[in-house]
T-cell receptor, first 113, second 112 residues
Framework: DSGVTQTPKHLITATGQRVTLRCSPRSGDLSVYWYQQSLDQGLQFLIQYYNGEERAKGNILERFSAQQFPDLHSELNLSSLELGDSALYFC????????????FGPGTRLTVL | GQQLNQSPQSMFIQEGEDVSMNCTSSSIFNTWLWYKQDPGEGPVLLIALYKAGELTSNGRLTAQFGITRKDSFLNISASIPSDVGIYFCAGRSRSDNNDMRFGAGTRLTVKP
């Protein structure tokens, strides 16, 4: 158990809908990262937050957005969903925003029908 | 962003055999990490490397940060069935804003 929690574990929805994925980092970690993993693919970095502020942006679509709240939990919002958005979405956390180890949550499996 | 080349893409080995996989980059990295992912679960950190030439072990796993700072390898000795999974390398490069980049993964199958 990494100490990072994600909810929900599974999510099934229809095209065009909007969903919110939630992540709570390990106790003491200030930075949260979001990754997308499509079937049999590697991890694609989406976005990073550090202490409530956006720190780095990766290959995140404009239909996707995220935020980190004062209690350091983070939410990833996915809107106007398409079939190709079906994937595993992982959250990771680290102590700082720099060159430190990331610890991953169990992921949310999103299925868009 | 920076791409990591991880090889091999997959491996099929017999229980008890040793395994080696590696990652290379075209630019210098200041951190190398190795993760293992079981099906349907999040990656779990195995080994972190922070200095060129560093050799670190974690049980039967050994990883090294290449002297050129452009590569890293992971060795697994005396493999067992529970070693099955996907192994990812990851690294950070100052030339890439220190963003973490992941290799495409090595899928390991261990036959009993």
């Amino acid at each position: 158990d990494s100490g990072v929690t994600q909810t929900p574990k599974h999510l099934i929805t229809a095209t065009g809908q909007r969903v919110t994925l939630r992540c709570s980092p390990r106790s003491g970690d200030l930075s949260v990262y979001w990754y997308q993993q499509s079937l049999d693919q590697g991890l694609q970095f989406l976005i990073q937050y550090y202490n409530g502020e956006e720190r780095a942006k990766g290959n995140i679509l404009e239909r996707f957005s995220a935020q980190q709240f004062p209690d350091l939990h983070s939410e990833l919002n996915l809107s106007s969903l398409e079939l190709g958005d079906s994937a595993l979405y992982f959250c990771a956390s680290s102590v700082s925003g720099g060159a430190s180890e990331q610890f991953f949550g169990p992921g949310t499996r999103l299925t868009v029908l | 962003g920076q791409q990591l080349n991880q090889s091999p893409q997959s491996m099929f080995i017999q229980e008890g055999e040793d395994v080696s996989m590696n990652c290379t980059s075209s630019s210098i990295f200041n951190t190398w990490l190795w993760y293992k992912q079981d099906p349907g679960e999040g990656p779990v950190l195995l080994i972190a490397l922070y200095k060129a030439g560093e050799l670190t072990s974690n049980g039967r796993l050994t990883a090294q940060f290449g002297i050129t700072r452009k590569d890293s390898f992971l060795n697994i000795s005396a493999s067992i069935p529970s070693d099955v999974g996907i192994y990812f390398c990851a690294g950070r490069s100052r030339s890439d804003n220190n963003d973490m980049r992941f290799g495409a993964g090595t899928r390991l199958t261990v036959k009993p």
